[in-house]
């Protein structure tokens, strides 16, 4: 797999909330955690994101042990910084604080530069008539597409 095509996507994401706001921030990882994610062998579904000391932080962002390391390896489900603007973490904050309103990552990607970039998003929970009309608007999106073959 080619650092081109890593492009990690949470779907669980999209169904559970209203995106309201998309923001691309960088990563701090360590050497043994860039070469597992190039790998593809990552896991974003269970991850959230939180402020700790004015700081944000990605939590449960499942990143494998890179097969070749030794014991130098990294820890799986580690707390990770993320890595964004002074304007932008105040305002994640300040909107983050507002009922109802939670910041949830995205995709997982490695830039044109060879940086891993985490999308993340300022987002709403969904209410479950919400999720059942996201899933008739997939369904006949997906039945058209069907009529569009033949």
Request: glycine fraction near 6%; include cysteine; aromatic fraction near 10%.
């Amino acid at each position: 797999m080619s650092e081109d095509n890593i492009y990690i996507k949470n779907k669980k994401a999209y169904f559970e909330y209203h995106i309201l706001d998309k923001y691309i921030a960088g990563i701090k990882l360590l050497g043994t955690e860039i070469k597992s994610i190039r790998e593809g062998k990552a896991n974003i579904n269970d991850a959230f994101c939180t402020f700790i000391n004015e700081q944000l932080y990605v939590r449960n962002l499942h990143i494998a042990e890179y097969s070749f390391g030794s014991f130098y390896n990294h820890e799986a489900k580690r707390d990770r910084i993320l890595l964004l603007n002074k304007k932008e973490l105040k305002k994640l904050q300040t909107r983050g604080e507002e009922k109802g309103l939670t910041i949830v990552p995205l995709a997982l990607f490695i830039s044109e530069r060879g940086f891993a970039k985490l999308e993340i998003g300022l987002a709403q929970g969904k209410k479950t008539f919400d999720k059942r009309e996201t899933l008739k608007e997939r369904d006949t999106k997906v039945e058209m597409d069907r009529a569009m073959k033949r």
